[in-house]
Nanobody, 119 residues
């Protein structure tokens, strides 16, 4: 299973970005619906990695308090992607963002995408 995050970049405070995580697997039929949970994490410079948002198999979403009301996580079963819409960004959101998929047997990580919020 491979996870590829994209969509990061430089944005001004108050701006928006949309991250996308493409899930794929060689020789296997992989679908985002097959995972128990899909997560977005982030890690700022000198900070610990933190959970930002997650979506459970049944579609329930949960968010860190710091992003509630600003970030929205969604799952596209047809495209096999998991997206994170980020609005009203501020400097505290600057970090490398990682997507993560959890199955019964394993945890999969993708390479991160850098988000920088600066004027």
């Amino acid at each position: 299973v491979q996870l590829q995050a994209s969509g990061g970049g430089l944005v001004q405070p108050g701006g928006s970005l949309r991250l996308s995580c493409a899930v794929s697997g060689s020789g296997l039929t992989i679908n985002v619906m097959g995972f128990n949970v899909l997560n977005w994490y982030r890690q700022g410079l000198g900070k610990e990695r933190e959970l930002v948002a997650r979506i459970l198999r049944d579609g329930t979403t949960n968010y860190a308090d710091s992003v509630k009301g600003r970030f929205t996580m969604s799952r596209d079963n047809a495209k096999n992607t998991v997206d994170l819409q980020m609005n009203l960004l501020n400097s505290e959101d600057t970090a490398v963002y990682y997507c993560n998929a959890v199955s019964v047997a394993r945890v999969y990580w993708g390479k991160g995408t850098q988000v920088t919020v600066s004027s």
